[in-house]
């Protein structure tokens, strides 16, 4: 089979420089939308990048702090159960109490379980270390210095060191810190 071809001649009326300008211009405007696109690819890619490293950063400063606060409730478990005869039942209430306490003053678990496990250890008696951490908390806001700086002190004076209650700067006496009577 024999193909034919055939000439189509079209001729185009108008201005060639008008049509070259304006394909020009079509041309640079896609080409300034491309670098535009590309521009913002790059700039949300990095912003992704920085958002992902800040939410692995989050979940491991997140896993980091619930180990040690699980960690600080254990120890405080474990210090009950060596000092007092504590039963489960009051351990938790212990550990509600905290908790409480935390959400009621404003200050971390995080501070009051190692301070109340202080003066746990110096009282051997829930009670009065519940007594004691309130005054710690007292004097802590009162002086600004650390509750656990208190704490310690305070476990000290009870322990019949009371000199560590003077460098607190309380303003305490010498006779009655001579004297080792706490309650005064």
């Known amino acids: 089979m024999a193909s034919q071809s055939r000439t189509l001649k079209l001729s185009i009326l108008g201005d060639v420089d008008q049509l070259n300008k304006s394909l020009k211009a079509a041309n640079s405007d896609v080409n300034n939308s491309a670098n535009t696109i590309s521009d913002f690819g790059k700039k949300a890619a990095a912003a992704f990048a920085v958002a992902g490293a800040a939410a692995v950063s989050f979940a491991v400063s997140s896993i980091k702090n619930a180990l040690a606060d699980e ?4 120890k405080l478990e474990e210090t009950l159960r060596a000092t007092t005869t504590a039963n489960e039942a009051q351990i938790k209430s212990v550990g509600d ?25 110096s009282t051997n008696d829930v009670e009065e270390a519940q007594k004691l951490l309130n005054l710690a908390l007292d004097i802590s806001a009162a ?29 305490l006496d010498s006779t009655i810190l001579k004297g080792g009577d706490t309650d005064k």
């Open 97 to 121: 109490w905290i908790d409480t306490t935390a959400i009621a003053i404003g200050v971390t678990d995080d501070n009051l379980r190692p301070a109340f496990a202080r003066l746990i250890r």
């Open 143 to 171: 002086t600004g210095k650390p509750l656990e700086a208190v704490s310690n002190a305070l476990g000290k004076a009870y322990d019949g060191n009371a000199a560590s209650l003077a460098r607190l700067g309380l303003g």
């Open 71 to 74: 960690a600080a409730q254990r």
